[in-house]
């Protein structure tokens, strides 16, 4: 996937952000001038701001940190390996810069113009070009691609390998179908392969095999190609959104077959092929839309016209799925998956009204039973969510929530949302006594998306424990306050403000170099800052004696490479632009190789002053990684890896969430029955069958890898009866409980005969007492849902619990944009 940086043509640039974001194979970073907006933007009016009774943004409170001259023989070294390359003016106004594979050092860029021929008709010119030593020189090959006009839209793809597609231009109407350039050697060369179709999005790549494309065109076709766009089968009409699941299983959504010339959502099928185009099979009618993350397919149904929209989740492929433990919305509200793997989901589930919030809700392993993460999630009217994975530390997230006095405040989890935290004061940051509660606080994507900061928090899995981020601190986050940039060493535990005012930042050679470019709200760039010490210690170098506009900041995907590309554009005297790319390669400046005494052994998640045996132990696991001294300075290198020992740790109840029906007690952390849950028997109505399960209140926290210790010894039974409640319309529904299901008593004690042994009689004893409690319930109703809660405080009490279940009985939606695009749910 790509991340772009999208500015309109105009005066200047004065405040950009530059995205970057790894995709498999590449980087892409879409690059246009744009005229200056003297307003910064605000946080949303409707959320309180903490304005202190000033006018204009001001710095929060003063830190000291290290600045460091650059000596003359470094400057020289520098000088001597710093790239300049111009793009002419007359290029266009839009630039595209693509990494393409993996340590290649290939730099793709496309610079389009557009002119518009008419009211439905645009035309223009592109230039390709591309270098082979990571930006330091680049060639023109528009000759290639036959000096096609690539259009600025979805026009470069970058897929697994160095495989990459251009996509031309072409108008509709005089055109039977699309044009591709493809090329398997990182543009080397390109193939020309002329479509059946037009394209409505961006060829999709299959995870696993680059030669198996998908495409939906504007007609609601999907093609599929299995020789990389040579040739194209036509597989379905009437698409609307499609997925590539595990595998070769593919999913989309379509119209029923009876429906004519119908966009209607809520009345849409949820399909898969196994076989790549050659047999389908229906999972679920009525489908609003759907997406596929880390193992789970997820699909909103609208199971009455109008109705409210419910949410369902397939952990194994769509052949069996239930609906999930969560509460409904109605269709003013959405809900959004923040983030996923194999083993749960994040699922944030609006509030009714214009609040800006909601609650947040861990999976289990299922993606059935969801336990409340975090109240009063932020999540503003623009859709925008500060929820963040910090991957350079396992279970690490970073987000912001609205409290009850109007204010935005930071929390932390470290592990993967059981508890949440304030963030601790920055080190070297003293808030002075007016301030009842420092803390530090990090700009999101809210506050991206509003100016006040040009870049997110980064991280990366190589770079363990580093964090870069934006923040202000004080009693809460402000837009009052210039952001300036914190760096945390452990993962989040512990920061130290670093740098004054926004800036652009990228990580190189595994965390061993940082390298920041301020970002200039009046004024152009020529000054790279960069740290060999994890941001303790900065130096400065003037890299260009010409500024110019500041664009984007790029470097190779992957952390690995030492080089950077700074990009801009510098005002011509006859009024075109001069784009620029200018990389410095500080391999030359950072030459010795690191050895074995540059690194040490840390244990992750270890917090200063514990002394116990469970410390470090987080998910039930200790880990301990080899990284690099914060004084050593040398190069990780390109065939460095990540090196840790894993250690089991004994098993408490911290180890376990409050199953379905239970609440944590904030003080003994104690699961509790609810007081709506009379015994241990829950009943839950799920795919119009009545399951009716035992537990004795607790479950296994997802990913957690304790041994031995605290064993709550867990339900070993589902009983199955039929339910009441009306099952929705559609194909039939198949049961996903994690355990065998049995139509008899008689099936039941054979199993118990067979499996149990010498506990039988216990067994049985159980199995009576469930069959004699003759509760009547979801007989004419849906059933209503309850939600046990994590223990969410932190040693001062920070956030209370709720002890009461929560429940809901309206309908439900899906973000982003109201559920229209479920699989781009922040992935």
Known sequence: MIWRLVVLVGVCVLFLGAESRTSRGGKTVSLRRTQHDDSQGQVSSRLR???????????????????????????????????????NGDDGSHVILTWVGDETGVILVLSTISVPLDSFLEGGSSRLYRSTDYGKSFNDISHRINHTFIREEFGVSVGPGNTVILTADTPVLNNPGGIIFTSTDAGATFKFIQLPFHLVQPITYNFLNPDYLVALSIDGSLWLSLDFGAMWTKVHDGVHSFSWGAGINLFFSCIRGDTEETDERGDLLLKRTKDLGKTFATIHEDIYSFGYIGAFLFFSVMEEPRSPRVMYFSSDQGDTFSRALLPSASTEQFYSILDGDEDMLFMHVDNPGDTYFGTMYTSDDRGILFSKSLERHLFD????????????????????????????????????????????????????????????????????????????????????????????????????????VFVSSDGGYNWRGTLRGPHHYSILDSGGLIVAVEAQFEGQVKTIKFSTDEGQCWKSYNFTEQPFFFAGLSSEPGTKALSVSVWGFRPEEDGQPMWVAVTIDFQSLVTRKCNDQDYEEWLAHSIQGDDSERKGCVLGAKEIYRRLKKPSVCRNGRGFTVSKKRSPCSCTREDYLCDYGYYR?????????????????????????????????????????????????????????????????????????????????????????????????????????????????????????????????DEDNYITVDHESGTSSNGTSCHPDSDDELIECHT
Request: aromatic share 4%.
């Open 49 to 87: 701001r903490d304005t202190s009774g000033s006018s204009s943004p001001t710095h929060g409170p003063p830190f000291t940190s290290c600045r460091l001259p650059l000596t003359s023989a470094e400057h020289k070294v520098l000088d001597d390996n710093t790239h300049e390359t111009g793009f």
């Open 381 to 484: 009217g623009q859709r925008k969510s500060d929820f963040t994975n910090i991957t350079s530390l396992r279970g690490v997230y970073l987000t912001n929530k609205l409290d009850v006095d109007g204010r935005i405040r930071s929390v932390i989890s470290f592990n993967r949302g059981g508890t949440w935290r304030p963030l601790n004061k920055p080190e070297n940051v003293d808030c002075g006594d007016q301030v009842k509660n420092c803390n530090l606080h990090i700009h999101g994507e809210h506050s991206r998306n509003n100016r006040i900061v040009p870049m997110l928090a980064l991280s990366e899995p190589s770079a363990i424990g580093l964090v870069i981020a934006h923040g202000t601190v004080g009693d809460s986050l402000s837009s009052s306050q210039h952001p300036d």
């Open 665 to 793: 007690h904030v003080n003994t952390s104690e699961c509790l029955r609810q007081p709506s849950a009379p015994n241990k028997t829950l009943e839950i109505c799920l795919e119009g069958e009545e399951d009716e399960l035992l537990t004795a209140g607790y479950r296994k926290v997802p990913s957690d890898r304790c041994e031995g210790g605290f064993n709550p010894q867990l339900a070993v039974q589902t009983v199955i009866r039929p339910c009441g409640a009306k099952p929705s319309p559609g194909p039939p529904r198949k049961s996903t409980s994690s355990v065998t299901h049995f139509d008899t008593p008689r099936e039941k004690l054979v199993l118990i005969l067979v499996c149990a042994g010498a506990a039988v009689i216990v067994l049985i004893a159980i199995v009576s007492a469930v069959i004699a409690v003759r509760r009547v319930v979801y007989r004419n109703r849906l059933p209503e849902y309850r939600f046990s809660n994590l223990r969410m405080h």
